[in-house]
């Protein structure tokens, strides 16, 4: 019976130990990180050591920078509005574009 136990406790142990060194590894796949290969790399072969294990976790813990995404482009020929004033003259804006476009 007191086998039973031991070896209970040593696989429970045994078993906490390999979720605690594969952390890095389980928090990237969970966040969706931007580098999950290197994060899996790096925590399998370098998490031995406390450097490599905290290297992992802070490249799991990394946000994915945020996609930018360009809808329309406003060519240079384009006319500015309000092209003129309520008093019938161009705005600043278009008197500049008139000098600048000759």
Request: charged content about 10%; proline content about 7%.
């Amino acid at each position: 019976m007191d086998t039973l136990i031991g070896l209970t406790v040593v696989t429970m142990l045994v078993v906490a130990g390999v979720a605690a060194y594969l952390l890095p590894t389980l928090v990237a796949v969970l966040r969706h990180a931007p580098d999950l290969a290197a994060v899996i790399v790096i925590n399998i072969l370098l998490g031995w050591c406390v450097l490599g294990w905290v290297l992992a976790m802070v490249l799991a813990m990394r946000r994915a920078a945020p996609s930018i995404q360009v809808i329309g482009q406003v060519n240079g020929n384009v006319p500015v509005w309000p092209v003129e004033t309520k008093r019938g003259e161009p705005c600043p804006a278009q008197r500049l574009l008139q000098s600048r476009n000759g």
